[in-house]
């Protein structure tokens, strides 16, 4: 069981979830890039990879390097302060080019809402420790709720196994972790509150 949730944790780690969002809200919702042609979408995919999985985990390495983080688990609060802060520079780098591109809006505040999950759960580790693992999935699935309610899609179904999958990470980091319940509520409402407002209301 150990392993089965140690490997779902490393397969839905935060750092990728900008990318599986964006690439999911592509996906279902084929307006936000409607005026891109295939091979500038996916140059778009690859470029928010770069930003938001490669440069972290470069950063990452570096202070692991420098023995300023222990490992790649951060298992301290104050360890991850660092590589939080550094993290959301890419983010904020990433934001802006894509708000220089064709995108829809909805398809660029999803970012605007990811640097503000991001932002908030950096503010809070400063005193308290939350899930980041929780904040990462619960931004996507904020996502996908948010265009489905700005574009009526009918997205039902990969919305509920999302909601599923959740659990299932959740489940996995109350296992593999020394996170409580309230860290993982905590988490997942902020990530979802973040993308979903940022969506909807901006």
């Known amino acids: 069981?150990?392993?089965?949730?140690?490997?779902?944790?490393?397969?839905?780690?935060?750092?990728?979830?900008?990318?599986?969002?964006f690439v999911l809200a592509l996906y279902f919702d084929r307006s936000l890039s409607y005026f891109l042609d295939e091979r500038v979408h996916w140059m778009m995919v690859g470029m928010v990879a770069l930003m938001?999985?490669?440069?972290?985990?470069?950063?990452t390495a570096l202070l692991i390097r420098a023995g300023l983080v222990r490992s790649w688990e951060m298992p301290s609060r104050q360890e991850r302060i660092a590589?939080?802060?550094?993290?959301?520079?890419?983010y904020g780098m990433i934001w802006y080019l894509l708000a220089r591109t064709a995108l829809h809006p909805a398809a660029i505040l999803l970012f605007g809402g990811s640097f503000a999950a991001l932002s908030i759960t950096t503010l809070i580790t400063l005193r308290w420790k939350i899930s980041a693992h929780m904040v990462g999935i619960g931004g996507c699935l904020g996502a996908l709720v948010a265009l489905r309610s700005i574009h009526a899609l009918p997205i039902i179904i990969p919305i509920m196994v999302l909601i599923i999958v959740a659990g299932a990470l959740g489940t996995a980091r109350?296992?593999?972790?020394?996170?409580?319940?309230?860290?993982?509520?905590?988490g997942t409402a902020i990530g979802f509150a973040s993308t979903f407002v940022s969506?909807?209301?901006f």
């Open 52 to 59: 938001t999985i490669a440069f972290p985990m470069t950063s």
């Open 1 to 21: 069981m150990n392993a089965i949730a140690r490997a779902l944790s490393v397969a839905l780690h935060p750092l990728f979830m900008p990318t599986y969002t």
């Open 83 to 90: 590589p939080y802060t550094m993290t959301l520079l890419y």
């Open 174 to 186: 109350l296992l593999t972790s020394d996170h409580s319940p309230a860290q993982i509520y905590t």
């Open 199 to 201: 969506i909807v209301w």
